[in-house]
């Protein structure tokens, strides 16, 4: 049972690094190789939804299909792919792409706040003391992260702050949106038709085919990276650890995505972080761990 928990716990840090190195790779790719973001996710997307797809129909009773034969629960899947999925993967590009790997990912983080704000609407309940307690530690975080300490002054620019913001809130839907689907199909099934779906919507903008910014070493090979060590690989890792330890100790140890962009994002770009920038993230990152102290709370699963 043990060595089965630290599996687990291994699958899930490999996992959150990896998705935190892969949003770095991503930054270079659009501020220096000059990528676009709408051609990126769509070779990302297509190939990640494929591969997920193909797992699921190898499983032993595979539900590949299952989803498209009822008609409510396809219209969930298509929304999910478009609404959820696509427009996470969007938001989340387009921080990056205007402001840096490691804020993107601190400012998505703000997310389990609003499905906790959500929560309590929707159920009529209101907010716990810890969860006015994380709430108020989540705005003074990216209050801190944003304007470092100064009322008036942003540290990002506006465009970065909105997509980050928007961001957070694309991966609260995200999270919400496909619960029906996940209690009737396999995780793999929902998330990889989500991924296909949606690239085949942002293929629309820019196709695939369609190639641009500077081609070299560099541009293939973190390319490929953000393809297959940033999404297939991590992705399938989560859910492995998550049927091992558990969705909440799982989403507590994806706490590793945001410091893992930020130290690579520091080291390698040499993306400037003041101390007020590491005391926002300190406080963002907080607040998934006193939002699991309350217990019906539910905490974002990967935004892929």
């Not at 790719?29 to 939804?49: P, T």
């Not at 810890?130 to 942003?154: C, Q, R, W, Y």
């Amino acid at each position: 049972m043990q060595n089965q928990a630290g599996k687990g716990i291994a699958m899930v840090l490999m996992a959150a690094s990896l998705w935190g190195v892969s949003g770095t790779f991503s930054q270079f790719l659009f501020q220096q190789q000059h990528i676009s973001v709408e051609w990126l996710m769509s070779v990302r997307m297509l190939i990640s939804g494929i591969v997920l797809v193909a797992i699921s129909r190898a499983r032993k009773n595979a539900d590949t299909f299952a989803p498209w034969k009822d008609k409510r629960d396809a219209i969930r899947l298509l929304s999910f792919g478009i609404l959820g999925m696509l427009t996470v993967q969007y938001t989340y590009f387009a921080a990056i792409k205007h402001s840096n790997a490691a804020t993107a990912t601190i400012l998505q983080f703000t997310s389990p706040i609003i499905i906790a704000v959500y929560l309590a609407v929707k159920f009529k309940k209101p907010l716990r003391p810890l969860n006015l307690v994380a709430i108020a530690v989540a705005m003074l975080g990216t209050f801190l992260l944003v304007t470092h300490g100064k009322p008036g002054e942003l540290a990002i620019s506006g465009t970065a702050l909105a997509w980050g913001l928007a961001s957070a809130v694309s991966l609260a839907m995200y999270t919400i949106q496909p619960e029906s689907l996940l209690k009737r199909y396999h995780e793999t099934t929902i998330i990889g038709w989500g991924l296909l779906i949606g690239g085949i919507g942002i293929s629309l903008v820019r196709a695939p085919w369609h190639t641009d910014g500077i081609w070299d070493m560099h541009t293939y090979a973190y390319t490929t990276f953000v393809v297959l060590f940033g999404t297939l690989i991590p992705f399938y890792a989560y859910l492995t650890g998550v049927k091992l330890i558990g969705g909440q100790k799982a989403s507590l140890l994806t706490s590793a995505e945001p410091l893992s962009a930020a130290l690579l994002s520091v080291s390698w770009l040499g993306v400037p972080f003041l101390l007020m920038d590491y005391i926002g993230a300190g406080l963002i990152i907080s607040t998934v761990f006193l939002l699991a102290m309350e217990r019906g709370v539910a905490l974002e699963p990967p935004a892929v």
